[in-house]
């Protein structure tokens, strides 16, 4: 049997644009004398499609949409992901599912079982799970149908528990009973960072354990903060990748199911920090591109984060497509603004300077009355901050440009950031970056040709607010607080334990209750591309007035 995967980027809701997409490979893929092409989960509407599921009109276009596409499965089949109407009067309205089209119309429904409430999904609001378990019989074979439950990212803990939780729970244990002579398994499963290895390894198990091919569909492209990476794969019975798609972009493979066991793809490993970089370049293109936005701006300070916000955008949107604003300050070094300067000629972006000076000392003229004789702190630090982000809103209101928010992950942390100032934006691209990444992006940006100023890089990172101002006069060195951070944020790790790590208590302390309090400012923030297990943002509900 010829099986084609067709690894795709779906857009949430544009059925036309989805369509065409997986009638074009139905129609590549006839000409390949393919007998079975598969699709991703949900495709037919784009993942996740979230409250729009709980609308009549759409889910009435995809039932008009996946009937268009079994019109085009004459002398092959499909099996494509979208969501089903549950015709029973109990539980909920839908189900996941997947459906095998063959001979022109919809020949049987495949439910989803497992529902994940984890983390940025919330399946269980819309879906049924299913209960019933049947294979498909198609050209002599047959086919077990599953969709996502076998991966990892259902159990978001450690590698053994979710392998055993695996092994306990899977639906393949109801249906390996039934001898199935390989699996499709069609997925959305997003991109993260720290949990590479891990999927391949469940399929690997699961391959394995039941002594069966896999044959694993993931969908490519970002909607909002999800990225997803592709990284379809066919696994054979002796748990070997026999076929393996791409990271990041769209792609295609036709495989012989009676070929693949002697079949065993070479793994190249491909370094996490420029996976980061890819799937933060994808995030940017596709958030432009499917919500019809066309130019970016930021405000360009001659540090690290703005300048690797700015190359990705670069590479996202195309220099032609990205304006930003130096607003020096009399606190800004001359090197700084040299090196922002030197970072828009080598990307060949248009920029512009606009002091920031004489704005101040207006604001500092209008509160005088009111501050009297207290001294320079913070308040007046965020009033230059503020008066940045005014500015680049007022270019992008006025221009039409979509203002990019260059906090990291490890500023958003601990609040080191401006609330309607520097944490202005349309899109957080760096907000599920830690800083000490956000420099090895810099060097791999670096790595053919020096793109980003050197001094940019090593010089300490500073907002520079007020004189001599440097991130290290009020936070621990990068490399101790982001290992705390990640303790916290990723592992959901306790204070105590992670003392227990070899960290000092005061700094701990210090660090968990900057989380803690800041938590208000986080839910203010832009929409943040999520490269990480656990992202700020709607994947991680924590209470603005909770005590901890």
């Known amino acids: 049997m010829k099986i084609v995967l067709a690894q795709l980027n779906y857009h949430i809701g544009n059925f036309e644009l989805n369509t065409d997409k997986i009638i074009t490979a139905i129609n590549k893929a006839k000409t390949e004398k393919a007998d079975l092409v598969v ?10 499609p979230k409250d729009l599921l709980e609308r009549k009109d ?3 276009k995809t039932q008009v949409a996946m009937n268009q596409v079994a019109t085009h499965c004459t002398d092959i089949a499909a099996i494509v992901g979208g969501p089903s109407i549950n015709p029973h009067t109990k539980g909920k309205k839908l189900y996941n599912s997947a459906f095998f089209i063959t001979d022109g119309k919809i020949q049987s429904i495949h439910n989803k079982t497992l529902l994940p409430t984890y983390d940025i999904f919330d399946e269980y ?8 378990y049947r294979l498909v019989k198609y050209k002599g074979k047959k086919i077990a149908i599953t969709i996502c439950e076998d991966l990892w990212e259902q159990q978001p803990v450690d590698n053994n528990f979710a392998k055993e939780a695996l092994y306990t729970i899977s639906p393949m244990e109801q249906l390996s009973p039934l001898k199935p002579d390989f699996v499709v398994n069609i997925a959305a499963s997003p991109f993260s960072h720290n949990q590479r290895h891990i999927r391949t390894e469940i399929l690997h198990s699961v391959s394995k354990k039941y002594q069966l091919p896999l044959i694993y569909v993931n969908q490519i492209g970002a909607n909002t903060e999800l990225i997803f990476d592709g990284d379809s794969m066919v696994i054979n019975s002796k748990g070997d990748v026999a076929c393996r798609l791409n990271y990041f972009q769209e792609d295609y493979a036709l495989i012989n199911l009676d070929e693949i066991e002697n079949l065993k793809v070479e793994e190249k490993e491909i370094d996490y920090i420029e996976k980061i970089h890819d799937a933060l370049v994808l995030g940017l293109k596709d958030y432009f591109q499917k919500m019809g936005f066309k130019k970016a701006t930021l405000g360009l300070s001659g540090g690290i984060d703005s300048a690797v916000t700015v190359v990705l955008a670069e590479r996202a949107l195309g220099k032609e497509n990205v304006r930003v604003l130096l607003m020096p300050s009399e606190f800004s070094s001359d090197h700084s603004v040299k090196d922002a300067i030197d970072l828009a000629n080598n990307l060949g972006i248009q920029y512009e300077i606009v002091p920031i000076q004489d704005i101040f000392k207006s604001f500092e003229t209008s509160l ?5 004789d207290l001294p320079f702190n913070v308040a007046e630090e965020n009033i230059q901050a503020r008066i940045r982000g005014t500015l680049m809103m007022g270019l992008s209101n006025k221009f039409g440009h979509i203002l990019l928010n260059t906090s990291n992950k490890s500023e958003s942390a601990v609040g080191y950031g401006t609330l309607y100032g520097d944490m202005n934006g349309g899109l957080a691209v760096l907000g599920d970056v830690y800083k000490t990444d956000v420099f090895k ?4 940006m670096n790595k053919d040709k020096e793109v980003i100023p050197l001094n940019s890089i090593v010089k300490p990172p500073s907002a520079e607010l007020r004189p001599d101002q440097k991130d290290s006069d009020s936070l621990p060195d ?3 607080l982001d ?3 990640f303790l916290y944020i990723e592992k959901n790790m306790p204070v105590n334990e992670i003392i227990e790590q070899g960290f000092v208590k005061e700094v701990v302390d210090k660090i968990i209750r900057l989380v803690n309090m ?3 400012k986080r839910f203010q923030t832009a929409p943040v591309l999520r490269v990480s297990s656990k992202a700020f943002g709607y994947g991680r509900k924590i209470p603005l007035v909770a005590k901890h």
């Open 125 to 132: 609001r819309y879906f049924e799970p299913n209960t019933e």
């Open 441 to 444: 992006l810099a060097y791999f």
């Open 483 to 485: 290992k705390i951070l």
């Open 478 to 480: 990068y490399d101790i």
């Open 368 to 372: 005088a009355p009111i501050f009297g």
């Open 58 to 60: 759409f889910i009435e």
């Open 39 to 48: 699709f991703s989960e949900l495709a037919i509407c784009g993942y996740p």
């Open 518 to 520: 800041n938590e208000y």
